[in-house]
């Protein structure tokens, strides 16, 4: 298959390049191993929309960040993602963390961070009454936010798709090679694509695609991070996040709520041999426990309702690297895209999509198909619009998952997007169909059923996550008629 530009990735960072570049007249695919768009970093991480006080002076994470985080509301409302603006502390418990927050509010300064400053013991526990009563001080952010991670990529992804983006899932680069042809072509396990301009936005994979088109080698480190994710039935303890001191691992363990009202702990920061290794560990999980101690000594894992990890992309250089691939033509390049990945991606498309453009001489489209407005979850209406809700679509009236209060009508529309589910996980996060208390256990038939009937493929053939992930093997009458 031909196109004009081809992205490899389709994480946060792959799908808002391919939206900024569906405003050109181009033909544009994006390919990923996953099944389904966000199945990589973009799937499992804090959903932060970082104020930019940590990232160093002068670097893209620095410059990126902000530049991303400011455009977050105007963007979470144009494609209808939850997005909240809370603010952050992040606690000192020591002299020597007093002098790295001092450094902070500093750095925080440099980067055109506005509103950062140092608070006492005395604000911070007259803001966040729960913090451990040990902390000495703090750096407040009032610009530090939170929104969804995956719903933000299922919602650019959509809005590149009804612009022309065409999105190939479940395959996986083996080689690529810019031919004597002039056109780089891309070999993956289901055939091979040709295309005049190559992205790569393949997140933990993205070395390993450099390192395919260019002598000047990378190197990703795979840095797994695990979590706690609290049933959002309790009070919330906090209204901010609240972060601890950094290291060189990272920001450190969190303690922060959701936009949709769960609490979050985490993540840990081990470094790891195998970038599909996502499964969290006793250890690791212990880690993560006994760090949200120091922030909310009530911290336990009551409440809890699952545990998940993820494994980010950290380039040993320590920066993003984004721009033309070195020593190549028409190759372009997003590798090492950590935190604060999700808060620059935004940026990371107007600059790299801009680029593209520009040294690719694309005119832009006449007219830009606008961003599908959604309708107000279910959960989120009063009792009239509910009442307004079913009389226009009576399946509003069908509830399928109790915990989240999801409806009929909103799974079946997951399913029918431009970019829609294909598996149970895929419903889930775009309905949260699935994530509450029970974690599916009432709804996933019902909603296996509805992925049978909107695909037109039999019970058996609906997975919970692709490939062999399968709910049902077959039928009792099969079984029966076997077993005699």
């Known amino acids: 298959m031909y196109t004009d530009i081809l992205i490899i990735g389709a994480g946060v960072t792959g799908c808002a390049i391919a939206r900024v570049l569906s405003r050109y007249q181009a033909s544009i695919a994006v390919i990923d191993r996953g099944n389904d768009i966000a199945e990589g970093a973009s799937k499992a991480n804090s959903g932060i929309v970082h104020a930019g006080f940590d990232a160093h002076p002068g670097t893209l994470k620095a410059k990126l960040n902000v530049e991303g985080a400011k455009m977050y509301p105007a963007l979470c409302e144009e494609l209808c993602v939850p997005y909240q603006q809370p603010g952050a502390l992040v606690l000192g418990f020591s002299p020597e963390d007093r002098k790295t927050l001092e450094k902070l509010v500093e750095q925080g300064k440099v980067n055109d961070v506005p509103g950062g400053r140092l608070i006492e013991r005395e604000e911070v526990l007259a803001m966040e009454p729960n913090t451990n009563p040990e902390v000495v001080c703090a750096l407040y952010a009032p610009t530090s936010g939170l929104t969804s991670p995956y719903e933000m990529t299922f919602a650019l992804a959509d809005h590149a798709a009804v612009n022309g983006v065409q999105f190939c899932l479940?395959?996986?680069?083996?080689?690529?090679?810019?031919?004597?042809?002039?056109?780089?072509?891309?070999?993956?396990?289901?055939?091979?694509?040709?295309?005049?301009?190559?992205?790569?936005?393949?997140?933990?994979?993205?070395?390993?695609?450099?390192?395919?088109?260019?002598?000047?080698?990378?190197?990703?480190?795979?840095?797994?991070?695990?979590?706690?994710?609290?049933?959002?039935?309790?009070?919330?303890?906090?209204?901010?996040?609240?972060?601890?001191?950094?290291?060189?691992?990272?920001?450190?363990?969190?303690?922060?709520?959701?936009?949709?009202?769960?609490?979050?702990?985490?993540?840990?920061a081990e470094d790891s041999d195998d970038e599909l290794d996502t499964s969290p560990t006793a250890e690791g999980l212990r880690f993560v426990l006994e760090k949200s101690r120091l922030t909310w000594p009530k911290a336990s894992v009551r409440g809890t309702i699952t545990n998940f990890s993820g494994i980010?992309?950290?380039?040993?250089?320590?920066?993003?690297?984004?721009?033309?691939?070195?020593?190549?033509?028409?190759?372009?390049?997003?590798?090492?895209?950590?935190?604060?990945?999700?808060?620059?991606a935004p940026a990371i498309a107007e600059m790299l999509g801009g680029q593209i453009a520009q040294e690719m001489g694309l005119e832009p489209k006449a007219e830009i198909v606008p961003a599908i407005k959604r309708p107000k979850p279910f959960h989120a209406m009063t009792t009239q619009e509910r009442a307004e809700a079913v009389a226009k679509n009576p399946l509003y009236g069908n509830l399928v998952c109790r915990c989240e209060v999801v409806t009929e009508?909103?799974?079946?529309?997951?399913?029918?997007?431009?970019?829609?589910?294909?598996?149970?996980?895929?419903?889930?996060?775009?309905?949260?169909?699935?994530?509450?208390?029970?974690?599916?256990?009432?709804?996933?038939?019902?909603?296996?059923?509805?992925?049978?009937?909107?695909?037109?493929?039999?019970?058996?053939?609906?997975?919970?996550?692709?490939?062999?992930?399968?709910?049902?093997?077959?039928?009792?009458?099969?079984a029966m008629k076997e077993g005699c």
């Open 170 to 268: 479940h395959e996986e680069v083996e080689d690529v090679v810019r031919a004597q042809d002039g056109l780089w072509h891309v070999t993956t396990d289901k055939g091979e694509h040709t295309c005049n301009v190559l992205v790569n936005c393949a997140g933990v994979g993205a070395a390993t695609i450099h390192n395919m088109m260019s002598d000047d080698l990378l190197h990703i480190i795979d840095r797994r991070g695990q979590y706690y994710l609290m049933d959002r039935m309790q009070t919330l303890p906090f209204h901010m996040t609240m972060f601890q001191c950094p290291t060189v691992m990272g920001k450190g363990v969190l303690v922060s709520p959701t936009v949709h009202g769960n609490l979050l702990l985490g993540p840990s």
């Open 312 to 344: 980010r992309a950290h380039e040993q250089k320590g920066d993003f690297v984004i721009g033309a691939v070195k020593g190549q033509k028409n190759a372009y390049e997003a590798v090492g895209i950590e935190s604060p990945g999700l808060s620059a």
């Open 409 to 478: 009508a909103e799974i079946r529309e997951a399913i029918r997007r431009p970019v829609g589910a294909t598996t149970i996980d895929g419903v889930k996060r775009r309905t949260r169909a699935g994530m509450g208390r029970c974690q599916g256990g009432f709804c996933s038939p019902r909603v296996a059923e509805i992925l049978s009937e909107e695909l037109h493929i039999p019970m058996t053939e609906v997975t919970k996550c692709g490939g062999e992930s399968r709910l049902l093997v077959g039928n009792i009458h099969d």
